[in-house]
């Protein structure tokens, strides 16, 4: 059961002589009254607070924190991230629009992933972004030939896959050798060596990338370590490297996971770059705004079946989407004062899919209408939303301090069916 310490770690109380639970100064109840269920809720100040441990664990090196956009792209998180320094990390080039309408600096962004289409890579030519982190012999070949067509000269890294077991979910795990992202270290110095003889091409950094959700520390040095015997034999080469990018950020707390500490991940790099003078990226997404949300949704029925009981609630796998793509768990609790005894139950959604559960034998107090809360979905929450069984996305409200604003609307029917009416 999460206890009244645990979640003030995620920003949230309830205030004395108060029956809703309330993030920041508002009040979660007044929240789902006013914008309705299912509703994502954000607080500014926990995603600022993880934006800046980042910001001071790594500025014991020059260093960029570039947030992970498909970890939840909602422009005026953007905005805010960019406000406060942050760079980005993206994966398509309507990730890199995103980033410019917030107002994001191009010589902050990192461009991943490995299918980066034509028309991608000349719109992030043509913004000036700070590196391609290219993930193939392929990709370097059509990165270069572009670069000529446009008389530009493309910024480069290569993301190399080191090879380390992450231990983490086998669909979030991504550097392991049998993985599609990144390229062998072998590989990867044959094409810095080709790289370095293209002339629309200018080598910049180098990159890696080997999952999300780890909650341990040794994969990511391990990793450092084999990325460095790269960069040391590269400038061996005469190669040299303005930057390392270590990938995405720490695991998170969802149940009962110790988060490793970015003090110590820092200190523990500091150790290992001493002969490094250029700069340390890292993208973390998860952990910058994951612990700040929280979906809130209502309980439309109570149903018994064969010795288990069902709690029905209005948010559904196409609004989150981990319990049923990852069997990913996330805390669900009580936004009001329950009135009835606590009882083990099944919370599933009303989408007719089997796998629509959100969470399995939880200890509740419920009744219909009764407002839930469902912690740490900041991250691949409504990133991951879709509009399954034709249900409109949910709004996005950002709390600061006594103030919300909604900084997405709940999509109407007119959104779900706009781009099919075609004039006949
Ligand atoms: C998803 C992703 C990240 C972010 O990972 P988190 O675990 O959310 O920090 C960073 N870099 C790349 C290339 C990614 O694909």
Redesign the pocket.
């Known amino acids: 059961m999460t206890t009244q310490h645990s979640l003030r770690a995620f920003g949230l109380h309830t205030p004395p002589g108060k029956s809703s639970l309330h993030m920041e100064s508002v009040s979660l109840s007044d929240i789902a009254q006013h914008h309705g269920t299912p509703c994502y809720v954000y607080s500014k100040s926990a995603i600022l607070q993880a934006l800046h441990e980042y910001q001071s664990a790594f500025s014991c090196f020059p260093s960029l924190i ?1 947030y ?1 956009v ?2 939840n792209p909602n422009l005026s998180i953007l905005r805010l991230l960019a406000e406060h320094g942050a760079g980005f ?1 993206i ?1 398509s080039g309507g990730e890199l629009l995103r980033v410019l309408e917030a107002g994001g600096d191009p010589q902050r962004i990192v461009f ?2 490995v299918g980066k289409s034509i028309e991608e890579i000349d719109l992030a030519l043509k913004t000036g972004i700070l590196s391609f ?1 290219v993930e193939s012999e392929a990709e370097l070949q059509r990165l270069a030939k572009r670069a000529a067509i446009l008389g530009i000269r493309a910024p480069l890294s290569i ?1 190399v896959n080191p090879e380390v077991d992450a231990h983490t979910h086998p669909y ?1 795990a ?1 550097g392991l050798r049998t993985s599609k ?1 990144g390229v062998s270290t072998t590989t990867a110095r044959t094409l810095y060596q080709q790289a370095a003889a293209l002339p629309s091409i200018h080598i910049v950094g180098i ?1 890696c ?1 080997i ?4 909650t341990r520390l040794e994969p990511f040095l391990e990793a450092a370590d084999k990325v460095l015997e790269l960069v040391e034999s590269l400038q061996y080469e005469g190669i040299s490297i303005e930057h390392i990018d270590l ?5 998170i707390h969802y149940r009962d996971e110790e988060c490793p500490s970015l003090t110590t991940y820092a200190n523990a790099l500091q150790n290992k770059l001493k002969n490094f003078n250029g700069r340390i990226l ?7 705004i ?1 612990n700040g949300g929280l979906l809130l949704t209502r309980v439309e029925y109570l149903k018994s079946i064969a010795e288990r009981q069902l709690v029905i609630v209005d948010a559904g796998m196409n609004d989150l989407m981990r319990p049923s793509l990852y069997q990913a768990w996330h805390d669900i609790i009580a936004v009001g004062l329950g009135k009835t005894e606590a009882q083990i139950v099944d919370i599933v959604g009303p989408v007719c899919e089997s796998s629509d559960v959100l969470g399995k034998d939880r200890l509740l107090s419920v009744q219909e209408g009764d407002v839930m809360a469902i912690l740490s979905c900041g ?2 929450g409504a990133s991951m939303g879709s509009q399954y069984n034709s249900r409109p996305r949910p709004p996005e409200v950002l709390i600061d301090g006594q103030e919300s604003r909604l900084i997405r609307y709940r999509e109407t029917f007119d959104d779900l069916v706009k781009s099919e009416r075609i004039p006949l």
């Not at 990938?247 to 695991?251: A, N, S, Y």
């Not at 890292?282 to 910058?288: C, K, L």
């Open positions: 570039c992970a498909k970890a990390d994966v991943s992933g982190n993301r979030i991504t992202f990159d990338h999952g999300s959700q780890i990938g995405g950020g720490v695991g890292v993208e973390p997404g998860r952990s910058i994951g991250a691949y």
